[in-house]
């Protein structure tokens, strides 16, 4: 089958004298996750991560994909095809593979491709041939969902236009990055699996306001509603935007994040004359990722259900353990739980990762229906899982358990990731230091037992507020300071290969505390796994911060739970000795 795939689109480039196709896992907007339309890689060679780039030419398929999916996408490629890790240094990127010929005709998709990608490749004789081919050999409906306000933002559309208006003096400002858009206009939408989240872009300038989401008939509906009507934001179908986007660019700067900008929106700005660009929009992002004190108080609130359903769920596995269950059985049974326990449950915020014994060493394995594994219930087994709650929550938890007697290897490695992952949590940030700092702090008790623990990704992301599940803040950067409200994840782990993988994750707010600094307050409340701590190696703060950890979830959690089996596995891993 793939190998059939694999041919129809090199009897396309053929066709059209391509010599090499270049096509990355992406949409309009460089979104992580995407519509099923631009779902085409695991269609033509099996992979299905939310990562990578191909490289097709007449003898070669290559596939380029991070350490976070290389094992997997190891595990699932077709055959005849090669699969590179970009994280090595070691590794030929795809534009250095294209550079080694001396004629291209390099066949791509402009309106998902960004120019970032191909930076290397511009020094070089090159001739782009703008194609989708994959709408050719395997053409797919795009269908939008309905779209329907937002009304759980403290922060009106009328607040967030002025407040970008006031940065951007004098600027035609296009939003690209769909968060940025949704978030702008109070929207959400099902346009994109996991995320509530409608496909659109918006344009604000110094007099007018466009919003370009869903089909004729919806924009035209969205137009009439408030605060649309109010505000005479003018709603346009989604499919117009490339049409109309040149001649709303009146003023003599533009600016748009040149991250979230596909290849035929910039050949349209670069075509404009006598245009001063600025390529950021970093403000944007700081304001959506900030949230109010009401904001905050209702995210607490929805936390504490989830967490309350995660202990539902791990007090369900122990029951079940020695029974016959796979991974997906279990995800499924996760999916019932919420349903089941909250009326405000919309869907999952990402697809769960539950993984037994060496699966967890694939940073982000995802068991199928059709791809899966019994539950090896004398293994580790690692559970990262999140929610979108309508009332206006993102919500993202890993724990790694076990149902039996680990290994003093699983414990170690398990203690040193839990000891990272307090020591970030109990980390004080001052007002003018870099967020790096958590970084360092989660991954020093792993580096100090084994520097090839050291994990490959990073030590978290921000969270959404009815959004995406990864956004900004990065949990990284030098330069980048933390804000009063910000929501993150803290997420250290160790994979190792063939073996077991360990992560535990807890999604946090910042909060002032009295001496101009951050405290990091875990929305998370859900024990971790008793039997694969080893106390011996908690130093006196990290026991300290468990236990009042573990009274939090007493106080908070337990008098909640109806069901006596939960409370008892609860209470059986609230232990610090």
């Known amino acids: 089958m793939f190998q059939h795939h694999l041919k129809l689109l090199r009897n396309e480039m053929k066709k059209r004298k391509i010599t090499h196709y270049y096509h990355e896992i992406s949409d309009p907007h460089m979104t992580e996750f995407t519509h099923s339309f631009y779902h085409r890689l695991e269609w033509l060679c099996g992979f299905s991560g939310f990562t990578g780039e191909i490289v097709i030419t007449q003898k070669r398929a290559c596939l380029w994909t991070d350490s976070i999916y290389f094992l997997q996408a190891q595990k699932e490629i077709a055959q005849g095809w090669e699969v590179y890790d970009i994280d090595n240094i070691e ?82 400002i296009i939003l690209t990055n769909l968060a940025d858009v949704n978030w702008t206009f109070n929207i959400r939408a099902h346009d994109i699996p996991y995320s509530p989240i409608a496909y659109g872009y918006g344009v604000i300038t110094p007099t007018q306001v466009h919003l370009f989401v869903g089909n004729k008939k919806q924009s035209q509906e969205l137009e009439v509603q408030y605060p649309f009507n109010e505000l005479k934001i003018k709603v346009h179908s989604y499919h117009s935007f490339f049409g109309s986007i040149k001649n709303l660019i009146k003023t003599p700067i533009v600016v748009y994040n040149k991250e979230n900008v596909n290849m035929k929106l910039q050949d349209i700005i670069d075509s404009i004359p ?3 660009r600025k390529e950021s929009l970093r403000f944007i992002q700081e304001l959506r990722s900030i ?20 202990c539902y769920f791990f007090s369900k596995l122990n029951q079940l353990k020695g029974t016959d269950i796979t991974e997906w059985d279990a995800s499924i049974l996760l999916e019932k739980l919420r349903k089941e326990l909250e009326e405000k449950y919309d869907e999952p915020s990402f697809l769960s990762i539950i993984a037994t014994g060496k699966n967890g060493a694939m940073m982000h ?35 790694t358990l076990h149902f039996g007697t680990p290994t003093q290897k699983e414990r170690l490695c398990y203690t040193r990731v839990l000891q990272g992952h307090i020591d970030a949590q109990m980390t004080k940030i001052l007002q003018d230091e870099s967020i790096d700092k958590i970084d360092k702090v989660a991954r020093k008790p792993i580096i100090n037992e084994n520097e090839e623990w050291d994990f490959k990704h990073d030590i978290g992301h921000g969270v959404g507020h009815y959004s995406f599940v990864h956004e900004y803040p990065p949990m990284y950067g030098v330069g980048l300071k933390i804000k009063e409200g910000m929501t993150t994840s803290i997420e250290p782990g160790i994979y190792l290969e063939k073996e077991f993988g360990i992560r535990i994750e807890n999604v946090i707010v910042f909060e002032n505390t009295h001496n101009s600094s951050f405290k990091l307050t875990p929305l998370t409340l859900v024990p971790y796994c008793s039997c694969l701590i080893d106390y011996t190696l908690l130093t006196s703060e990290e026991k300290n911060w468990l236990k009042e950890y573990y009274q939090n979830i007493r106080d908070i959690i337990v008098p909640l739970i109806k069901d006596t089996s939960v409370i008892h596995w609860v209470e059986s891993n609230l232990v610090v000795e």
């Not at 009401?294 to 995660?310: A, C, P, R, V």
């Not at 068991?367 to 929610?387: F, H, R, S, Y």
């Open 274 to 276: 006598n245009l001063k």
């Open 291 to 310: 949230r109010s004190s009401k904001e905050i108080e209702m995210i607490k609130q929805i936390h504490i259900n989830d967490s309350i359903i995660l």
């Open 91 to 172: 590794t030929i990127s795809p534009c250095l593979m294209i550079k080694q010929n001396k004629k291209i005709s390099l066949g791509l998709n402009p309106e998902i491709t960004n120019y970032i990608s191909l930076e290397e490749l511009f020094d070089v004789e090159l001739n782009i041939i703008p194609i989708d081919i994959f709408n050719i050999i395997n053409p797919l409906p795009f269908v939008l969902s309905s779209i329907h306000l937002f009304n759980e933002s403290s922060t009106s559309v009328l607040q967030k236009i002025e407040s970008i208006r006031k940065k951007y003096h004098n600027s035609t």
């Open 365 to 399: 394995y995802e068991p199928t229906e059709q791809k899966n594994e019994l539950i090896n219930w004398d293994k580790t087994l690692l559970c990262d899982v999140g929610a979108q709650y309508k009332s206006g929550c993102t919500t993202d938890v890993t724990r």
